[in-house]
């Protein structure tokens, strides 16, 4: 079958020939023209050949029906560019139905009608041609007779060597006339070491047999061999004899038992004479194969996919879809040549049922020499399908731009994959089917927000500007992963109570005049003022001061100004009459909002040009993409910035992963992010107002201040999701930024991200029947959104439950000892919660979190011993072992991350902490809007890790704080008795 496979390609043949190249675009010589011409000659010619040659076919002509038929399933794919050299109105209809039927809005819907008219069809035909063919005497017995396994059974044979020099079928008189009577006499066989002839003096056996050896024995030949069978040691372990100059047989294993045949009566028969063998009954299941058959093609075909979206479509398509058939042949030809030659050859390792049939022993150039017709085929099916070494596709494009039809067949994966490969995505089609501005300028603004960063975090941040600097200089503008750069800084509260620059924006004009990037404007503007920079490749540094006392500070206020900043003037006063897409009449300025990009950073990231550009091949891929983002590392010393990079680690690895698979990112974080800017004011539903237009709503409720001010990139992203935008994650995209390494800074950062993550959580699954309708998301994303809500719910009682377990298992004290000695605890913290200040419930959470790591340490030893006693399926032992191999799997998928699983020991111990006591934090803390991390001015330190974990632990600034209000409040009751006296 893979021979006849390349006489596939009539229909693509001729379509190729009708295309006018020169008129197209693509000057073609008469040469060329000539070998499509000949192309075409070559597919008919062999469909007819293949049928003259096909006499051992019950009906030859089905071979030519079915060849030409199924070289229809590819004319899509091979439709003439915009010129046919004849029957043009013919093809404009054939495009023009392609192109507003399979690759539009409807083109799922097309694609389920079209599969389920080919199965009826299919199905309809092949009961028709069952019954008129008759290839069974009834149309149901194709059904009756099949089944899931079936029993197969292999007689084979074996061909003894000569028999030995003695009178054959001799009376019982002359066997008994020797001078000793001997009943059994052996003499080994000169051909096989498992078998010996054996001439047997009794009246009632023959008087000659061929014997085989049981098993893995063999014949021993010794100098008393002739009288072994008498004594039964005729058979002895391989290991004990030596052949010499006798060969084993061929592959075949032995019986399970010994086989004894007569020999012919007639001396003449001995020419060709066989032992038949019977081997073992086997099972055999045909599904298994077809299973097999249709994983492999989905393979192939998901692989293909890949090899375009990376572009290795060269090494990773063309060369192996090629040469898969060359490589393949010989492959088969060689399995026929052994099974012919031995029928025994596979059955160590494959089934006695191979559900294949071989010829005659034929070398590989007697193959081709037979079907020397293949050769012109296959040459033929390469020149058709030539364009797979020269088309070039856009990273990460879709599959309608690759392949024509979403189909393929597993049956001739290669025909399928090669000749679907689309021959036509030039300049119009691609133009409409991609989004309109792939091949167009692609601008990114950079949108860094800085407060209270040190200077070594400043400096992170101005050489990533650095290196994208460089990085312009080494591409030429018309490359694809170029793009125009300029960075904004948006300081929050940049002067001091005098109206000067405060101490950290000298900081930032300090580090940039140690580069020797000199500022080249200073403007006053109405929320402050804006100083300018270019460097040395003409990438602008912009950074607006921003006033507190005349515009609204925090990063909300920062998002929303650039956003703004960026859209014009125009989109500010419109925002209330926009209404879906497209919005701007002026083509120009909507193409250039939907190829300019924002940047969203944090003062402290530190990322590479190759980043952005990750990102950025995700915004050309689908223009539905409202956002994506990357990968982020934090960055830090001491316990707590341990517990967040395994954090992290997981939460990309797992739960960013599975939101991006089932269809939606719910969350692209501030800290390296990339914005659509038309997405900002566009909306992919008709009688929604853009994103933006809530965006600038003022906080007016306690939910509002929550869900806005709290986690403004996650509530940002929920209404791009609202809106039917997309929101994906690149794996490959690395950003690193500066993690709390504090307790309190960590606490107080969770304060708010917690309560605003379940915040935007409720409002989308509270509009889940709108989201399911628009298609925004799946409902296997919303189940998983419910269980993840569900989870973070039940979070702390679980932890407490596994809590008073462990501490059952290690203390070994009853259950209710156990649950009150975990209750105390929880209760004296919800009451410091309830009556002191966030900075004593801090300094609680710190002394439990230290008791509980070192119980959570001395569970881990008990679950161990009770493993090591011979228990390792408790179910809290199974617990931890699924967990911990769980991590370690995925760590194992991504190598070049493996070091964060060390941080697991960390994430382990703090676990009560993080799970149990940090959400009363949250609940109890609703009332406190204060941003939490950087209220204060830091100096960047180099400490040794006893001074980390002495400023990680230490308690020194809860206890300031608390002796500070203490001696306020003393002061002012001194101050009262001094009134009263």
């Known amino acids: 079958m893979s021979v006849i496979l390349s006489s596939v390609c009539f229909i693509p043949a001729v379509f190729k020939t009708c295309s006018d190249r020169q008129k197209a675009g693509h000057g073609k010589t008469f040469l060329l023209k000539a070998m499509d011409v000949l192309c075409v000659l070559i597919q008919i010619g062999s469909i007819g050949l293949w049928t003259l040659y096909s006499d051992n076919h019950a009906h030859p002509w089905s071979v030519s029906v079915g060849l030409l038929l199924t070289s229809f399933g590819w004319w899509e794919a091979y439709l003439p560019y915009d010129n046919a050299i004849i029957f043009q109105s013919f093809f404009d209809f054939l495009r023009e139905v392609r192109d507003k039927s399979l690759h539009r809005l409807v083109q799922h819907v097309v694609n389920c009608i079209v599969s389920l008219w080919k199965i009826i069809l299919t199905l309809t035909m092949f009961f028709v041609l069952t019954a008129a063919l008759k290839p069974v005497p009834n149309v149901w017995d194709l059904f009756s007779n099949t089944h899931w396994s079936y029993i197969d059974s292999e007689t084979t044979v074996v061909t003894p060597g000569k028999p030995p020099a003695i009178l054959i079928n001799e009376s019982l008189p002359s066997c008994l006339a ?3 009577f001997v009943p059994y006499l052996a003499y080994p066989d000169k051909s096989d070491c498992s078998g010996f002839w054996l001439r047997v003096c009794v009246q009632d056996a023959p008087t000659l047999t061929y014997n085989l050896c049981p098993g893995d024995f063999e014949f021993f030949d010794s100098k008393n061999s002739l009288t072994c069978y008498n004594e039964g040691t005729c058979c002895q372990a391989a290991e004990l004899v030596e052949c010499g100059a006798r060969q084993h047989y061929q592959n075949c294993p032995n019986p399970e038992h010994d086989i004894q045949e007569k020999f012919p009566s007639n001396p ?15 099972n055999v299941y045909p599904f298994l194969a077809l299973l097999i058959q249709i994983i492999s093609t989905f393979a192939a075909y998901q692989l293909s996919y890949f090899a375009f979206e990376t572009r290795i479509e060269i090494s990773g398509f063309a060369i192996p879809m090629t040469l898969s058939t060359l490589i393949l042949i010989p492959a088969l030809a060689l399995v026929c040549n052994n099974e012919v030659s031995d029928n025994c050859y596979y059955d160590e390792f494959l089934s006695a049922s191979r559900f294949f049939s071989c010829s005659d022993y034929m070398s590989l150039f007697d193959l081709l020499k037979k079907n020397w017709i293949f050769i012109l085929t296959f040459l033929s099916q390469a020149w058709i399908s030539s364009h797979i070494w020269t088309k070039r596709t856009l990273r990460l494009a879709k599959k309608e731009l690759i392949f024509d039809t979403p189909f393929y067949d597993s049956l001739m994966i290669e025909q399928s994959l090669l000749l679907n490969r689309r021959m036509d995505d030039e300049k119009t089609d691609q133009d409409e089917i991609l989004m309109e501005t792939v091949k167009r300028e692609v601008t990114v603004i950079g949108c860094a927000t800085m407060w209270h960063e040190t200077e070594s975090e400043m400096s992170d941040l101005l050489d990533s500007l650095l290196r994208i600097d460089a990085y312009a200089e080494k591409l030429d503008r018309t490359h694809e992963d170029f793009f125009d750069f300029e960075l904004n800084i948006f300081f929050d509260d940049a002067f001091d109570a005098d109206g ?30 804006k100083l300018k920079w270019i460097l040395s490749n003409n990438t602008v540094l912009l950074c607006h001061l921003k006033d507190r006392t005349k515009i609204k500070i925090k990063k909300r206020w920062s998002q929303l100004m650039y956003f703004l900043y960026f859209l014009g003037e125009q989109a500010v006063e419109n925002l209330e009459e926009i209404r879906g897409k497209n919005y701007y009449s002026n083509e120009t300025i909507r193409v250039k909002n939907s190829n300019t990009f924002i940047l969203a950073l944090d003062g402290d990231v530190t990322f590479e040009p190759n980043s952005i550009v990750k990102l950025i091949d995700l915004m050309k891929k689908d223009d539905k993409t409202g956002a994506v ?9 001491g316990l707590i910035s341990m517990y967040q990079k395994f954090e992290y680690a997981v939460g990309h690895w797992l739960q960013k992963t599975t939101e991006d698979v089932l269809g939606n990112v719910l969350c692209s974080p501030g800290c390296f992010s990339l914005y659509r800017l038309s997405a900002l004011i566009e909306s992919q539903i008709s009688f929604m107002k853009p994103a933006l237009k809530d965006f600038t709503k003022a906080t ?13 990139d996650r509530w940002l992203c929920t209404m791009l999701i609202e809106r039917g935008w997309n929101i994906e994650y690149s794996a490959v995209s690395d950003a690193y930024t500066v993690c709390p390494e504090s307790f309190s800074e960590f606490y107080h950062q969770r304060r708010r991200w917690t309560p605003s993550t379940v915040a935007n959580l409720l409002e989308l699954l509270s509009l889940w029947r709108s989201l399911l309708r628009h298609g925004n998301l799946s409902i296997f994303h919303i189940l998983y959104q419910i269980l993840m809500l569900a989870g973070t719910v039940i979070g702390p009682g679980s932890i407490f439950i596994l809590l008073v377990g462990g501490f059952q298992l290690t203390l070994d004290v009853s259950y209710w000892t156990s649950f009150i000695f975990n209750l105390i605890p929880i209760i004296m913290f919800i009451v410091v919660s309830l009556l002191a200040s966030p900075s004593s419930q801090i300094l609680c959470a710190k002394v439990l979190s230290l008791i509980y790591g070192l119980f959570m340490i001395a569970i881990v030893f008990a679950l ?13 032992t199974v617990s931890l072992e699924l967990t911990a191999g769980a991590f370690i799997i995925v760590g194992l ?16 111990a703090t676990v009560p902490c993080m799970y149990m006591l940090l959400p009363f934090f949250c609940v109890f803390n609703l009332d406190d809007v204060s941003w939490g991390t950087r209220e204060t001015a830091q100096v960047a330190k180099k400490n040794s890790m006893i001074e980390r974990l002495r400023y990680i632990f230490n308690p020194a600034d809860e206890i300031d704080e608390l002796s500070q209000k203490l001696t306020e409040k003393m002061d002012s009751l001194e101050k009262t008795i001094e009134k009263l006296s």
């Open 178 to 180: 020797g001078t000793k």
């Open 268 to 282: 003449d028969a001995y020419t060709g004479w066989q032992m038949p063998v019977f081997l073992v009954e086997q």
């Open 500 to 529: 000067n620059p405060n101490a950290f924006v000298i900081q930032l004009l300090k580090l940039l005049e140690v580069r020797h990037i000199d500022l080249k404007e200073k403007t006053i503007t109405p929320y402050g003022g």
């Open 629 to 637: 983002c990357g990968r982020i590392h934090p960055k830090g010393a």
């Open 700 to 712: 007016a409720s306690p939910m509002d201040c929550i869900q806005h001010d709290q986690g403004e």
């Open 864 to 876: 161990l011993f009770s493993v090591w006693d011979g228990c390792p399926w408790a179910p809290s």
């Open 893 to 908: 998928l991504h190598p070049l991350e493996l070091h964060y699983l060390l941080y697991g020991v960390v994430y382990y």
